[in-house]
């Protein structure tokens, strides 16, 4: 009877710590946020003089307004959901059908297919380099550049493997002496049972292709082939060196600053607010794939 008492009070201790973690992550996690949120909202002369914590002090929509006075800002919105959608699907799909190759026994060369596949993460060609592959394709400067040599990811055929590995094989082999093809097993058996994988990389494809600037940045000329995220960044390096150029100066120059509500550490939180806006509104409804796929396909050998 008392070691059930001290085994009830170490369970309510351990709840208790873990409850604890628990509201130390969030808060980790919401209060950065909160402080973003307020910057965003507040004059950026008046946040310069700090203070500013997790509420804005001097209400503005200056910031935002600001951000939407881009050029090409809608067009670039568009381009960014075409690349997210399309790439991530692609890419997925591509990257999970060389996943299940891999986790074939009897494919040949199995071995060294992989070796050469985790090779190309050790060891990269460097950015000229890649940037005249890029051009000898004829990508550059061109939409196709955001999505096709972002088909493959490494580090997600080698998760989409592990995965896949973990599908009972003698259901494969059950289905493929009844006579269903490969290409059916692969999508009506492996994808249903490999969900909880499939939602993870599907997600980070997404928020890469969603976040990216630096392809858009290098890679595109065309203005209105630039995707929304090139678009901002472009935006605040032009603003940060106003600021930069009006804080050299001294006189009118001074005067035409203390008038500025909009510096650039504002505009930059304004941005990220913009950037990431989509995502979070997406999230709680692909958060539940990741819940229904834990259940979804689970077989015991």
């Known amino acids: 009877m008392e070691s059930s008492k001290k085994a009830i009070q170490t369970n309510r201790w351990a709840q208790v710590i873990f409850y604890i973690i628990l509201i130390l992550m969030a808060l980790a996690i919401i209060l950065p946020f909160l402080h973003i949120l307020a910057l965003a909202f507040n004059s950026g002369q008046d946040a310069a003089s700090g203070g500013i914590a997790f509420f804005p002090r001097k ?24 690349r997210t959608v399309l790439g991530t699907v ?43 592959v890029l051009s000898q394709l004829g990508l550059t400067n061109t939409v196709w550049v955001y999505i096709i040599p972002s088909l493959y990811s490494v580090t997600n055929i080698l998760l989409l493997r592990s995965a896949f590995s973990q599908v009972p094989m003698s259901l494969v082999e059950a289905a493929r002496i009844d006579g269903m093809k490969e ?8 994808l249903p049972m490999s969900k909880p994988t499939l939602a993870t990389v599907t997600l980070f494809t997404a928020v890469g292709h969603w976040n990216d600037w630096f392809a858009g940045s290098f890679y595109v000329r065309n203005q209105k082939l630039k995707p929304l995220a090139t678009i901002l960044q472009d935006m605040l390096t032009r603003q940060q060196g106003l600021a930069d150029i009006l804080a050299r ?22 941005t990220i607010i913009v950037v990431i806006l989509p995502i979070v509104i997406m999230y709680p409804f692909i958060q539940k794939y990741f819940v229904q796929g834990i259940t979804i396909g689970s077989v015991k050998e």
């Open 249 to 270: 100066n001294s006189g009118a120059a001074y005067q035409q600053l203390d008038r500025v509500q909009v510096t650039g550490d504002s505009l930059q939180m304004a």
């Open 90 to 132: 692609l890419g997925v799909f591509l990257m999970s059908m060389a996943a299940w190759a891999l986790t074939i026994p009897d494919l040949p060369g199995r071995g060294k297919i992989t070796f050469f596949i985790f090779f190309t993460m050790l060891f990269g060609g460097g950015t000229i380099p890649y940037y005249l």
């Open 59 to 82: 209400f503005t929509l200056e910031n935002f307004k600001e951000v939407f006075k881009q050029d090409n800002l809608i067009n670039g919105f568009f381009i960014s959901i075409f």
């Open 183 to 190: 290409f059916r097993i692969f999508t009506d058996m492996v």
